[in-house]
């Protein structure tokens, strides 16, 4: 499985965008799907998953203010933030992988180069 995200942006406090991950390669439908974010000098961390069975799962931190959804027809997976806030700003990346479908960064086996989002204050 190969992933691109792309959808980044530059935005304003307060405002919205919407990331987007497209993935080629089969079986796009069983897999654990999550976005993982990464700020300058910090580790990645985990944001959101949307499992193979549709169940989702948020950090405390994005929790209310974003959400993800996937669609296996088209082999795509979306995360679409609002209410951004300048600690949001990060390296979005996103993730595939067959078991577990959590936050650890272990849970998942294939990884797509990230897309910049910045919020200014």
């Known amino acids: 499985v190969q992933l691109q995200a792309s959808g980044g942006g530059l935005v304003q406090a307060g405002g919205s965008l919407r990331p987007s991950c497209a993935a080629s390669?089969?079986?796009?439908?069983?897999?654990?799907l999550a976005w993982f974010r990464q700020a300058p000098g910090k580790e990645p961390e985990f944001v959101a998953v949307?499992?193979?069975?549709?169940?989702?799962y948020f950090s405390e931190a994005v929790k209310d203010r974003f959400t993800i959804s996937r669609d296996n027809a088209k082999n795509t997976v979306d995360l679409q933030m609002s209410s951004l806030k300048p600690e949001d700003t990060a390296v979005y990346s996103c993730?595939?992988?067959?078991?577990?479908?959590?936050?650890?960064?272990?849970?998942?086996?294939?990884w797509g180069h990230g897309t910049q989002v910045t919020v200014s204050s």
């Open positions: 993730t595939a992988g067959r078991f577990y479908g959590g936050r650890s960064y272990y849970d998942y086996t294939y």
């Open positions: 949307i499992r193979s069975g549709g169940s989702t």
């Open positions: 390669g089969s079986s796009f439908s069983v897999y654990n």
